[in-house]
């Protein structure tokens, strides 16, 4: 079975904070993906990457960026932590093209 | 952009009966798949069609893509209270790419009454 996990389901921050989003896949899969999921907007595209360090902005990148050092995990990262950042984010990996995903960590930013 | 709809966005049905769920996208679909999310969790890959007919199920669960009308459709038969939850349609707006492409539908809220 492939699993995807994800470091925390619950996480909660202060605005300016740094947050670390960590996603882990064991299944050797090349793609990764990170999005976000609101209500009324559905889920959207931050970032994925295709390869070990190889990265490419999706629909809304600002105020995030991705680090991919090895090909099983891959961190998101609020650089200075806003309110409208508040969200459920989905971690997700793909060999071809079905993407699996992990359980989702809701971020709350006060 | 490639859009996808969903029909109906919510459906409360009693246990034990039939229920459809349809998915339709304003472009061509090269690949449709079909998730399902728990409340505030992950979503859980349930099938993928990718030709025009095609029909696959998983336990009461049957997936059909009419290529033509660029619809699929989500039947389940004999509805429990374990098949409650959110799904959702996705397809690859584009055939060659690394999903980054991937469009969602809205979602579809399910509640199964006992």
């Known amino acids: 079975d492939v699993k995807v996990t994800q470091s925390s389901r619950y996480l909660v921050k202060r605005t300016g904070e740094k947050v670390f989003l960590e996603c882990v896949q064991d299944?050797?899969?090349?793609?990764m993906f990170w999005y976000r999921q609101d209500p009324g907007l559905g889920l959207r595209l931050i970032y994925f990457?295709?390869?070990?360090?190889?990265?490419e902005k999706g629909d809304i990148p600002e105020g995030y960026s991705v680090s991919r050092e090895k090909k099983e995990r891959f961190s998101l990262i609020l650089e200075s932590a806003s309110t409208n950042q508040t969200s459920m984010y989905l971690c997700?990996?793909?060999?071809?093209?079905?993407?699996?995903f992990g359980p989702g960590t809701r971020l709350t930013v006060t | 952009s490639q859009e996808l709809e969903q029909s109906p966005q919510s459906l409360i049905v009693q246990e034990g009966k039939n229920l459809t769920i349809n998915c339709t996208s304003s472009?061509?679909?090269?690949?449709l798949y079909w998730y399902k999310q728990k409340y505030g969790e992950g979503l859980i890959f349930l099938m993928m069609?990718?030709?025009?007919?095609e029909e696959k199920s998983h336990e009461k669960i049957t997936a059909k893509l009419d290529e033509k009308k660029q619809q699929s459709s989500l039947h389940i038969t004999a509805s429990q209270p374990s098949h409650a939850g959110i799904y959702l349609c996705?397809?690859?707006?584009?055939?060659?790419?690394?999903?980054?492409?991937?469009?969602f539908g809205p979602g579809t809220r399910l509640s199964v009454l006992p």
């Open positions: 997700a990996s793909s060999l071809g093209r079905t993407q699996y």
């Open positions: 299944m050797d899969h090349e793609n």
């Open positions: 990457s295709y390869d070990v360090k190889m990265k």
């Open positions: 472009k061509t679909l090269y690949g």
């Open positions: 069609l990718q030709k025009g007919g």
């Open positions: 996705g397809a690859d707006a584009r055939p060659d790419n690394y999903g980054q492409n991937f469009v």
